[in-house]
């Protein structure tokens, strides 16, 4: 059997202070999903994971509440908790950024969470996670950064939190520029300074190509074919991420249907087979098992290619 973590970051970009008609419209977009066909964003989301019977990671991006207050921000994660999800925390670098001054008195690098000191990663997290639990929520085990250049000084912070696991983004490519498994591409768990890493799945395309398993970036059939070699291979988990508009078209003026169908169909997938694959959060999960050999990536099949093409062209014209 393989754990299968489906996790769903939720982010909303820097709003100044005064303007609240700019905030309420992109809190409408960016979490409810509002369109004519209904909210098609986070509440969508929940609604189908719960109709299948499914847990959902929902990684929350909370340092926004610095500057808007912790209403929003419950508005958010009680609905996630009510449905029986899980909260966990997210900080994008770029984002902290914007309130860096408010926390240290100084702008902090724009690039990378990596770039930002050992110091200051430490008080990015406590302050993430103390917003959190100001909205309510209390047993955040599990980060992410969608930055993939996060270091040592990362897993370091994390664990002065009190966080010891981290499902970030790893970058893949053959020198990733990290001291975190800076020669391997992990892909099952491993382990640094007591944090187990827990990344989002990749794939490989081709020779030097890889993929993220992201719902928005891959067809059905990709993701039907990593699962299957996961649980042909006995890998201990696979990490399924996306966001939480993905199931809208670029730009969220609509229902995106082909990512709906892609949604609906994965879930399913997961339901159908509960005796195989294991869908959970990190909440209470307490990882025992580290990969010392990491497996073969799967590879892509052209035929697998050539329905992901398709399916995208479609989505940019219905």
Known sequence: ???????????????????????????????????????????????????????????????????????????????????????????????????????????????????????????????????????????????????SEINLDTLKALSANGIFIDSSVYEVSSSNGSDIFPDEKILQPGMLNDVFSYPVTVFKESEHQFRYLRLAVCSYRELESVLLHALENEWESVVIGMQSYDLMTAGQARLDKIALRRFNRLCQLLADNSDVYQVRGFSGFKPTHVVIQQPELYISGQLNRFLRGGEQAIRRVI
């Open 1 to 147: 059997m393989s754990n299968v973590f489906i996790t769903i970051d939720i982010g909303i970009a820097y709003v100044s202070g005064d303007n609240a008609l700019e905030f309420s419209e992109m809190f409408q977009r960016m979490i409810y999903g509002t369109t004519r066909q209904g909210d098609c964003g986070l509440p969508l989301v929940s609604k189908i994971l719960c109709d299948n019977g499914l847990t959902g990671s929902f990684f929350i991006e909370s340092l926004f509440a610095l500057n808007k207050g912790i209403q929003p921000l419950q508005e958010i994660v009680v609905p996630i908790s009510n449905a029986q999800h899980e909260v966990q925390l997210q900080i994008d670098a770029r984002t902290a950024n914007w309130y860096s001054e408010r926390l240290f008195g100084e702008e902090l690098p724009r690039t990378s969470f990596s770039d930002c000191t050992l110091k200051q990663q430490t008080r990015l997290i406590k302050a993430a996670r103390e917003l959190l639990l100001c909205a309510g929520i209390r047993d955040v085990n599990a980060f992410r950064t969608n930055s």
